[in-house]
C-alpha cells in the first residue's frame, strides 16, 4: 500500500511530538544539550550492539560521506533549535524551526537533486505551517530576537538536510545500521558541549526512566520508521508530515498535562491534520 511509508513518517512524528511531556518527568535544571546527547547515545548505541551482534555492518563499503553528513546535521539541529528557544521561547523557537523546515526541504531537494515538490505537497504545506503558527499563537511568551529567531532558522536548516541526505543514506545502506551509526556518532559529537553541564543526573531514577524512554522509543523507534519511510518518501514530504510532532506535544499538554489551547490553537490543529491528511492521501496520485 502506498499510504504506508506516509503512515510511518506520520508514526515518528508523533513519537517524536511525546519528547516534550516526557521531559517534564526530569528533574529541573538539566541541560537539554545534556537530555540530546544521552538520548542520542541511549538510542544510537542500543541499536548498536544489535548491528553488531547481527553483523550488520560492512566498514569497509559504508557510506560514510553521507552518514557524518546526517549525523553533523542532526546534531547541529538540536544545538541551533534549543539555542533558539533560550532567545525567543518556546512559542516562536518552534514556529520557525519546525515551520522553515519543510520549505528549507523543498529547496534544497530541488537545488541538490533536481526534484521539484508536487503541487500537493504545496498545497499541504502551506497548510501545515499555516496550521503550525496558530498552534502556537498564544502559548508561552513570545519574544521575537533576531539572533533567536537566526538560530530557529538555521535549526530548520538542519533538519532539512538531514532529511535530505539520509535520503541518500538509505540509498546504499539498511535501515536499522544507517540509524544506528547515525544517532552514535551525533551523541559524540555532542559529548563535548553536554560534558560542560555534567550528565551524573542519569544516575537517578527519576531521570534515567524518562531518558531510556526517550532513547528506545523516540529515537530508535521513531527514526526507524522515519528512514523505513524515508525510502518511499520525497524528503519534502516526509518534512511536512513531521509537522505532526508539535500536534502530538500540544495535544498531550492539553490531555495529560492540563494545559488549555485558544479557538486560534484549535483551528491550527485543523490545518495541520487538513496538511497531513492532503498529503498522504495525494500519495496515490504523487510519485514519492
Do not use: H
Amino acid at each position: 500500500m502506498q499510504a504506508l511509508p506516509y503512515i510511518a513518517v506520520l508514526l515518528a512524528a508523533m513519537l517524536w511530538g511525546t519528547t516534550g511531556t516526557t521531559q517534564t518527568f526530569l528533574q529541573d535544571g538539566i541541560s537539554p544539550f545534556a537530555v540530546a546527547c544521552v538520548r542520542s547515545g541511549i538510542g544510537g548505541g542500543a541499536l548498536l550492539i544489535v548491528v553488531l551482534l547481527m553483523r550488520k555492518m560492512n566498514w569497509r563499503t559504508w557510506p560514510w560521506k553521507w552518514n557524518i553528513a546526517a549525523a553533523v546535521a542532526i546534531a547541529l539541529f538540536q544545538c541551533l533549535f534549543f539555542s533558539s528557544i533560550r532567545f525567543t521561547g518556546v512559542a516562536i523557537g518552534t514556529v520557525v524551526t519546525i515551520g522553515s523546515a519543510p520549505v528549507f526541504s523543498g529547496i534544497l531537494e530541488w537545488m541538490l537533486w533536481k526534484t521539484k515538490p508536487s503541487r500537493i505537497w504545496a498545497m499541504a504545506t502551506s497548510f501545515a505551517i499555516t496550521g503550525c503558527i496558530l498552534l502556537f499563537v498564544n502559548r508561552g511568551e513570545a519574544v521575537v530576537d533576531v539572533v533567536g529567531v537566526l538560530l530557529a532558522l538555521g535549526g530548520g536548516l538542519m533538519f532539512a538536510l538531514y532529511t535530505n541526505v539520509s535520503k541518500q543514506l538509505t540509498k546504499s545502506a539498511e535501515t536499522l545500521p544507517a540509524v544506528a551509526m547515525t544517532f552514535s556518532l551525533c551523541a559524540l559529537f555532542l559529548a563535548p558541549v553536554a560534558l560542560m553541564d555534567g550528565v551524573a543526573w542519569i544516575g537517578n531514577m527519576q531521570n534515567f526512566v524518562p531518558m531510556l524512554y526517550m532513547g528506545i522509543m523516540t529515537t530508535s523507534v521513531a527514526y526507524l520508521l522515519f528512514l523505513a519511510g524515508l525510502r518511499l518518501v520525497s524528503s519534502s514530504a516526509a518534512v511536512t508530515l513531521s509537522l505532526a510532532e508539535p500536534l502530538t506535544a500540544a495535544l498531550l499538554g492539553v490531555f495529560f498535562l492540563g494545559e488549555y489551547l485558544s479557538w486560534t490553537s484549535w483551528v491550527g490543529v485543523g490545518l495541520i491534520l487538513g496538511g497531513i491528511l492532503v498529503l498522504t492521501m495525494g500519495s496515490k496520485t504523487t510519485s514519492a
